[in-house]
């Protein structure tokens, strides 16, 4: 039985979190430049086209998500957990999806072509400043909501490693590890995992 997520799905889940860090860095570091200055510009820009490349992968990853079946936990948990880890799922990828639109139709409404990567997308909003500044204040609301969202996954992820001692989180690990807590409690020494088909 194949106990970790396919390759692509792996690849996909962990640069969507390398490009999170780096969207979420240079917002919030942009300030160490001077504001209307070229590298504070170009932060913003980055900012942007970092987060649309999110808003692109996630719709990869939902086609992966229905090519690939996930893995059964092992062992499995309550149903209740089941249950929440399916809401996080969910407003993950709502967040992920949300987030960058708002961005993009900030822009639009502030009548600022939408760089990406050496081309401009088209707007989305005819420019509107108010409905601009309201959209922006949304962006940043989520935006703060997004911490909390993806500080939640991690520590879900670890306190069923360490406390559950269940395989969610070695499911999703890029290289493959030895059965954890659960086997090396069970047996005394670590065992290795089940062979995968991929």
Same mark, same amino acid.
């Given at each position: 039985? %194949?106990? #970790? ?10 640069? !969507? ?14 300030? *160490? ?16 086209? +970092?987060?649309? !490349?999110?808003?692109? $992968? ?8 229905? +090519?690939?079946?996930?893995?059964? *936990? ?22 992920? *999806? ?17 760089? @990406?990567?050496? @081309?401009? $997308? ?35 992820? +670890? @306190?069923?490693?360490?406390?559950? #001692?269940?395989? /969610?989180? #070695? ?15 069970? !047996?005394?020494?670590? /065992?290795?995992? #089940?062979?995968? %088909?991929?």
């Amino acid at each position: 039985m %194949r106990n #970790r997520y396919h390759p692509l799905s792996i690849a996909a889940h962990w640069l !969507t979190l390398a490009l999170l860090i780096a969207v979420y860095a240079v917002i919030e570091l942009r300030d *160490i430049f001077p504001k209307g200055s070229d590298p504070h510009e170009a932060m913003k820009t980055w900012h942007f086209m +970092l987060g649309l !490349t999110v808003w692109g $992968l996630v719709f990869v990853r939902l086609l992966l998500r229905g +090519l690939f079946r996930a893995p059964p *936990i092992d062992p499995m948990p309550p149903a209740w957990q089941r249950a929440l880890a399916n809401a996080m799922y969910v407003t993950l990828y709502a967040f992920l *999806i949300v987030m960058p639109l708002l961005g993009w139709l900030t822009l639009s409404a502030k009548g600022k072509p939408a760089p @990406f990567f050496g @081309f401009h $997308l088209p707007s989305l909003l005819a420019p509107n400043k108010p409905l601009a500044g309201n959209l922006e204040d949304i962006h940043k609301i989520v935006g703060t909501i997004g911490y909390y969202l993806i500080g939640l996954h991690a520590l879900a992820a +670890l @306190f069923h490693h360490y406390v559950m #001692r269940d395989d /969610t989180l #070695r499911r999703m690990l890029p290289w493959r590890s030895a059965a954890g807590p659960a086997a090396a409690g069970a !047996t005394g020494e670590a /065992t290795s995992p #089940r062979p995968g %088909r991929g």
